[in-house]
């Protein structure tokens, strides 16, 4: 079974600070990750996704993530925070098996972004 | 281009009401489709997935059900809403075609909100 952790639900940085939210998973075949953004009453969008190759994913805004094998991770970041970042974020992994139709998501991290 | 359409955007019922939410996609043929809710402070919950006209999967007992009519067309349903059923409903599909890829990025529709008072 797949399962993904977010550590932190909620975090707040100062507008220009860097962003780093954390991501673990665990998968007992190769991973499939994604970053999904959720601004308040939206839909998710996707920020970015590893699939294979180059472990360093860019996304949209300016977002990042690195898949990290050894670390069972895929923490997301961005150098500088804009106000416009405040939103909640999403952690999820697909794979093979019998869960193969499926996203297993994390809870979620809210981020607030203070001026 | 793919779309996907939900409505209604906002619902407000009474305890006891029926439910019928719909979602539609456009731009893509043999989706897999899946109704998620969002309770508030609880995440993503699947609720229903479905492969194919008229194959539903259901990942949780409930007072829900899901039918899929069309190929793009999935609905959510209920007989008798509780006050539990209230949240946020999120449609999403993906193209996943084979079990052994593992590639399935969702795209979401912009959701439903629904009050039971």
Redesign the interface.
């Known amino acids: 079974a797949q399962s993904v952790t977010q550590l932190g639900s909620h975090v707040s940085v100062s507008e220009g600070a860097l962003v780093l939210l954390r991501c673990n998973y665990s998968s007992s075949v190769p991973p499939y990750l994604f970053w999904y953004v959720q601004y308040p009453n939206q839909g998710l969008q996707l920020l970015l996704k590893y699939t294979t190759g180059a472990t360093l994913v860019k996304g949209i805004n300016g977002f990042e993530a690195e898949f990290k094998k050894s670390e069972t991770s895929f923490h997301l970041t961005k150098p500088s925070a804009h106000m416009s970042d405040a939103a909640e974020y999403f952690c999820a992994v697909s794979g093979g098996g019998g869960s193969n139709y499926k996203l297993t998501f994390g809870k979620g991290t809210l981020l607030t972004v203070n001026p | 281009s793919q779309t996907i359409h939900q409505w209604p955007a906002t619902l407000v019922q009474p305890v006891g009401s029926p439910l019928s939410l719909e979602c539609t996609v456009e731009g893509t043929s043999n989706p897999?489709l899946y109704w998620y809710r969002q309770a508030a402070g609880r995440?993503?919950q699947?609720l229903f997935?479905s492969?194919g006209i008229g194959q539903i999967?259901s990942e949780v007992p409930q007072n829900l059900s899901a039918s899929r009519p069309q190929d793009r067309q999935f609905i959510l349903s209920s007989k008798k809403l509780l006050l539990s059923d209230s949240g946020?409903y999120?449609c999403?599909w993906?193209v996943?075609r084979f079990?052994?890829?593992?590639?399935?990025?969702?795209?979401?529709?912009?959701?439903t909100?629904l009050t039971v008072l």
């Open positions: 897999n995440g993503l699947l997935y492969v999967s946020f999120l999403a993906s996943i079990r052994t890829s593992g590639n399935n990025e969702q795209f979401f529709g912009p959701g909100r």
